[in-house]
């Protein structure tokens, strides 16, 4: 499973982005998608979830500002970021889970900055 990212850049506080994460390879056992991020001297930490049943988790400083979702047919998903703030820059990671493994993204930057 090969992923792709893209969509990150510079926005202003308060702004919106939309990141997107291609997926392509083996994707018919994927049952979990996923973005993490990496911030400056932090630890890498889960910003949203999406299981194949529809279930979704959130990291708790996204609640309510963040929205993943999953498009099937093209093998993608999804972060729409709004009320962007500067603690939200970071380099996001795509991660998808299959029956065998965990696969990771080449990760796209977003900084968050007047």
């Known amino acids: 499973v090969q992923l792709v990212e893209s969509g990150g850049g510079l926005v202003q506080p308060g702004g919106s982005l939309r990141l997107s994460c291609a997926a392509s390879?083996?994707?018919?056992?994927?049952?979990?998608m996923a973005w993490y991020r990496q911030g400056p001297g932090k630890q890498r930490e889960l910003v949203a979830r999406?299981?194949?049943?529809?279930?979704?988790n959130y990291g708790d400083s996204v609640k309510g500002r963040f929205s993943i979702s999953r498009d099937n047919a093209k093998n993608t998903v999804y972060l729409q970021m709004n009320r962007l703030n500067p603690e939200d820059t970071a380099v996001y990671y795509c991660?998808?889970?299959?029956?065998?493994?965990?696969?990771w993204g080449q990760g796209t930057q977003v900084t968050v900055s007047s």
């Open positions: 390879g083996s994707t018919f056992n994927i049952n979990t």
């Open positions: 991660n998808a889970v299959d029956s065998w493994s965990s696969y």
């Open positions: 999406i299981v194949s049943s529809g279930r979704i």
